[in-house]
């Protein structure tokens, strides 16, 4: 079945780590995306990528990075810099800019200990 | 920023009520949606009204849209418990781009 695939489901870092998300879709989706979350609250836009090799910032980009090498992967990498990185992140593609319709992963939890 | 506010950011009723939530946006849009989130699970689209629509049924689910006060409403009927979730709506920060933004969500409790 066609989806997008986020992992690992929960992790665990020290301060001071970097640490990549994955994100892989087989729909065949130009755009994807990549979301936080935070207990209690909405969605923030971290990150974006309309086509491969082209990606742009969002809303709350600090301290994180991002890579669009292949149309199926976009991982999204927490760096040290980010200061304050437990969330919930998630993971989105679309077809199209008015196609409407945003598929998402299931998730990843990242904890900083 | 955020594009979307949801009011209200909770809501509590009875099985077999109806539940209301509104959505403000800011900007012009093409289209505006409507998500689910289970708790700790990703988001399902539940519906997508496009700007020259002002009104759109998918079952139990009805959504309006006005442009002129940059409002969209859901409202869903007969509600089971099983609807219990948050709700989202997202639209394209400026019409034609893929800058999706999301509101801050209303999480609806459905009492058995």
């Known amino acids: 079945d066609g989806g997008i695939t986020q992992s690992p489901k929960y992790l665990f870092r020290k301060e001071g780590q970097n640490v990549t998300l994955s994100c892989e879709q087989n729909?065949?989706?130009?755009?994807m995306y990549w979301y936080r979350q935070d207990p209690g609250q909405g969605l923030r836009l971290i990150y974006y990528s309309q086509i491969v090799n082209d990606f742009q910032k969002g809303d709350i980009a600090e301290g994180y990075s991002v890579s669009r090498e292949k149309k199926e992967s976009f991982p999204l990498t927490v760096t040290s810099a980010q200061k304050n990185p437990t969330a919930f992140y998630l993971c989105a593609s679309i077809g199209g800019w008015n196609t409407g319709e945003l598929f998402f992963g299931e998730g990843s939890r990242l904890t900083v200990l | 920023s955020q594009q979307g506010e949801e009011d209200p950011q909770a809501l509590s009723i009875q099985e077999g009520e109806n539940a209301t939530m509104n959505c403000s946006y800011k900007?012009?849009?093409?289209?505006l949606q409507w998500y689910r989130q289970n708790s700790g699970r990703g988001l399902v689209h539940l519906i997508l009204i496009r700007s020259n629509e002002r009104e759109k049924h998918s079952g139990r689910l009805r959504v309006t849209l006005d442009t002129s006060k940059k409002s969209s409403s859901l409202l869903i009927t007969a509600s089971r418990a099983a609807d219990t979730a948050s709700y989202f709506c997202?639209?394209?920060?400026?019409?034609?781009?893929?800058?999706?933004?999301f509101g801050t969500g209303t999480r609806l409790k459905v009492l058995a």
């Open positions: 729909l065949n989706h130009d755009a």
């Open positions: 997202a639209s394209p920060f400026l019409s034609g781009t893929y800058k999706y933004i």
């Open positions: 900007t012009s849009i093409n289209n």
